[in-house]
């Protein structure tokens, strides 16, 4: 039999085969909140989608989505999964033109591959804010009232690599000022005991715009932040915070700084603290 009739009878075979599989049903869709929520309570994974387009559409139904970051407003395909159930697939193509994504007025063109410098990075690669990065971060404290919490840090300390583990409550209340006034507490490192230290900072008059001063923090240590506090508070929010972490330059900081001088005679380096020794 020649190979044309057997490639005619495979195809017929696979037309015949086809008939019988069920036709996938895809829709576009996109990301809603349903009565304020975002993703459905009580069921991990699964997020609310609007069928699009909105006019005819019945409402927003639960839908599984593993596949992409839960965003507000972003279109995505859905389909259902081998279990049956609706899935977010993709999202959809059209996503760098969308206006409102993830509510923001512009959303630059998404790079697909971020391993930075060996891909070209896209101009999205990568926006990261100083107060998402993570290591002796001063943040609000799970145990409530004015404690805040110092995450880890790993730090060269002599040339030898020092670990700081994290403090999770640290206690401010003992530098509250009096009803009526605010003050700015300063958080940050003892390298030479590796603890958190504080320093407190003149007391002002507790209204806005009104700052106050910045405390005097000690030499050579690593700063974390300022943390505004008054009379009247009595828990921590994102707003009370000043972030002081150098992630560029010098790691010390404080009141001053040594100072050498270098110089070269006849063949020799020689130094000393802010002058210079003739030999």
């Excluded at 259902?80 to 760098?96: D, L, S, Y």
């Excluded at 943390?227 to 972490?245: A, H, I, S, W, Y």
Aim: glycine letters at 8%.
């Amino acid at each position: 039999m020649s190979s044309s009739i057997m490639r005619d009878i495979e195809l017929a075979r696979q037309r015949s085969a086809g008939q019988f599989e069920p036709k996938k049903e895809r829709w576009l869709a996109k990301i809603v909140r349903f009565e304020g929520n975002l993703r459905v309570p009580s069921r991990p994974g699964f997020v609310y989608c609007q069928q699009l387009p909105v006019d005819d559409a019945p409402p927003p139904i639960p839908v599984l989505c593993v596949a992409v970051q839960a965003r507000e407003n972003l279109r995505v395909w859905v389909s259902k999964n081998n279990e049956g159930q609706w899935e977010v697939e993709a999202w959809w193509k059209g996503i760098t033109s969308q206006g409102n994504y993830n509510l923001q007025a512009y959303l630059p063109l998404h790079g697909r591959d971020h391993e930075w410098p060996d891909r070209t990075p896209r101009v999205d690669a990568v926006n990261v804010y100083q107060r998402a990065i993570v290591p002796l971060r001063t943040m609000t404290s799970s145990a409530g009232s004015l404690n805040v919490r110092v995450e880890p840090y790993r730090y060269l300390k002599d040339g030898v690599l020092v670990l700081y583990s994290g403090d999770v409550a640290i206690d401010l209340s003992g530098s509250q000022p009096a009803a009526g006034l605010a003050r700015y507490v300063g958080v940050y490192l003892d390298t030479d005991t590796n603890t958190i230290g504080t320093v407190d900072g003149a007391t002002t008059i507790d209204a806005l715009p009104v700052e106050p001063d910045s405390p005097a923090f000690p030499d050579g240590v690593i700063t974390s932040a300022m943390v505004r506090l008054d009379g009247d508070q009595t828990t921590f929010n994102e707003g009370d915070f000043v972030d002081l972490r150098i992630f560029l330059g010098a790691a010390e900081t404080g009141g001053g700084s040594e100072l050498a001088r270098i110089v070269v005679f006849e063949g020799n380096v020689v130094t000393h603290d802010d002058e210079v020794v003739w030999i």
